[in-house]
């Protein structure tokens, strides 16, 4: 037993301290739910996470790309929906064109081809996402579908207005156009125009589903990474509460013995003066 230094105080107090930083460590992986929270922790594994959580990051966009994209040719498939529509209107003007019509009768339904044109005009200009003609114009869009360099989706846009259909012919005098050869022509002129469109369309429903495919693909590996980054850096509730629960008595029961072993010299002192006593 020593008197000017306690060395079993002193034991306590190390192991004492170590439990309170123990239990220090376990209280903040319960309340942040992280068991990594700087590089200290675990270096090679805040690595790995870190790396993952790029990952994560770079899918969420890709699959924010692939919703543009679906969107824009979603506003693309109804323009050329109401493009449609008004072909087969067109149509059946033109078919109704008959030696019945009087010259008045044809004067009414070369009003409403004309109108019928304007509106596919300016339903193809006008049809836009972002500044993006879609079906007024044509470009080359390039959608980025994967984090490398080369995963790309092309969306070519072509030019859906009359003068591209072959349409703007029909603008002029219907008594010139709906007789003998001349009425052949012209719906021989819309039904080109309607399968031009059509072939547009399902184009465009073919990459739709390509691009919600990539998205559906995209969602399932960010899901599988997020999982894979929670295994690595996540706390587990239930392990830290544990370990807290087992620091808490290690720090009680420690902090009880210094009060014991701090008594150490004064058992020493009550023993000399028993001694000096007799």
């Known amino acids: 037993m020593r008197i000017n230094v306690n060395v079993a105080s002193l034991n306590v107090y190390r192991n004492y301290t170590d439990s309170l930083d123990r239990q220090g460590e376990a209280l903040s992986r319960i309340s942040s739910g992280l068991k990594i929270q700087n590089s200290k922790d675990d270096p090679v594994k805040l690595a790995a996470s870190e790396k993952v959580r790029m990952q994560i990051r ?3 966009m890709v699959a924010r790309n692939a919703q543009d994209a679906i969107s824009l040719l979603q506003v693309g498939e109804g323009g050329l929906t109401s493009i449609s529509d008004s072909m087969q209107r067109l149509k059946e003007l033109l078919v109704s064109c008959d030696g019945t019509k009087t010259p008045e009768d044809l004067a009414s339904v070369q009003s409403e081809v004309d109108s019928i044109i304007k509106h596919i005009d300016v339903t193809a200009h006008t049809t836009e996402m972002n500044g993006v003609k879609i079906i007024g114009s044509e470009y080359n869009l390039r959608m980025r579908t994967g984090a490398t360099g080369d995963e790309f989706i092309n969306i070519n846009t072509e030019n859906m207005d009359a003068d591209n259909l072959g349409l703007s012919d ?7 156009i709906v007789v003998g050869d001349n ?10 125009a309607i399968k031009k469109v059509n072939e547009y369309r399902s184009k465009f429903g073919a990459l739709q589903n ?3 495919s990539c998205y559906n693909d995209t969602v399932k590996i960010t899901d599988t990474l997020e999982s894979a980054d929670s295994d690595l850096r996540d706390a587990d509730v239930a392990e830290e509460m544990a370990n807290y629960v087992t620091q808490d008595i290690l720090v009680q029961a420690g902090f009880a013995l210094m009060a014991q072993t701090n008594k150490f010299p004064q058992d020493v002192l009550q023993i000399l003066q028993n001694v000096r006593s007799r």
């Open 210 to 212: 390509r691009l919600e």
């Open 183 to 192: 009425a052949i022509k012209g719906i021989s002129k819309v039904d080109e």
């Open 58 to 60: 770079t899918s969420e």
């Open 170 to 176: 029909l603008k002029s005098s219907l008594s010139g």
